[in-house]
């Protein structure tokens, strides 16, 4: 079993940062994509960014909803499944709570399509003045 905890949540005022990370442990795979999905009240899921196991030894970065794109970046370490998701210039709209998930497999733009078989408990992430 894979197992995902998730911590760095919390309340900032608009237009403040946020980092988010995610440290999946236990029967992980080769290959895998890891990302962020977010849900706000009344809404549904949406992916928010992804990134590769491989990404790291490629120098590549990941992949974005383009409501995020150029405010958060999405990163991973090369030694461990770890992911980060530092989250620069923050809207109310961004308020939800943040779920970290992983699949076998590689990372597309069209990430948020594929089914995740492992996920978090999620982190609550408030945007408000």
């Known amino acids: 079993q894979v197992q995902l905890l998730e911590s760095g949540g919390g309340s900032v005022q608009p237009g403040g940062s946020l980092r988010l990370s995610c440290e999946a442990s236990?029967?992980?795979?080769?290959?895998?994509?890891m990302a962020w999905f977010r849900q706000a009240p009344g809404k549904e899921r949406e992916g928010v960014a992804a990134?590769?196991?491989?990404?790291?030894?490629?120098?590549?970065?990941?992949y974005y909803t383009t409501s995020v794109m150029g405010r958060f970046t999405i990163s991973r370490e090369k030694a461990n499944d770890t992911i980060y998701l530092q989250m620069d210039r923050l809207k109310p709209e961004d308020t939800a709570i943040y779920y970290c998930?992983?699949?076998?497999?590689?990372?597309?733009?069209?990430?948020?399509?594929?089914?995740?078989?492992?996920w978090g408990q999620g982190t609550q992430v408030t945007v408000s003045s």
């Open positions: 998930a992983l699949r076998s497999g590689t990372c597309g733009s069209l990430f948020y399509r594929d089914p995740f078989a492992h």
């Open positions: 236990g029967n992980t795979y080769g290959s895998d994509c």
């Open positions: 990134i590769w196991s491989g990404a790291p030894k490629l120098g590549a970065g990941g």
